[in-house]
């Protein structure tokens, strides 16, 4: 009897951890992104000037040696979780050294702001998170309400 009850409470506590595990992967709420898949997923920006995503994008560019872009991350990640609507990627700049320069990326962390419609913006240095909070609205949700 109490073998049958080990083996049970075994296999109730294993399919709850890969519950969860499938449950986290399916909420990676940051991607790393290389150049390939930047032109896959955001599109040659210096050619055609039309971001081809379906929601605004926040690039963070930066490098794991920047203590700034520590910091950053996960202000960064709670943005990710709080907000369904905007998809955040990183570019390493050490691994992607083409991307970087591409958007003349000169110093970490540099966010890039690719809303729907309209043009792509920086922002250089550290944020608080309320002052994300302001970029996102007046950079990637303001000019995408606008064109409805």
Known sequence: MKRTLLILALGIITYSI???????????????????????????????????????VIIDFCATWCTPCRKLSPILLEVAKENKDIIIYKVNVDQERELAQQ??????????????????????????????????????????????
Do not use: C
């Open 103 to 148: 958007f003349k990326i000169f110093a970490i962390p540099t966010l890039l702001f690719i809303p729907v419609n309209g043009k792509p913006s920086k922002n250089l240095g550290l944020i608080s998170r309320s002052e994300l909070d302001t970029l996102i609205q007046l950079k990637l949700l303001k000019s995408e309400s606008s064109s409805l």
């Open 18 to 56: 890969s519950n969860i595990k499938a449950q986290n992967q399916q909420h990676i709420a940051i991607q790393n992104i290389n150049k390939t898949q930047f032109l896959r997923k955001i599109g040659n920006l210096d050619k055609q000037r039309k971001y081809k995503g379906p929601k605004p």
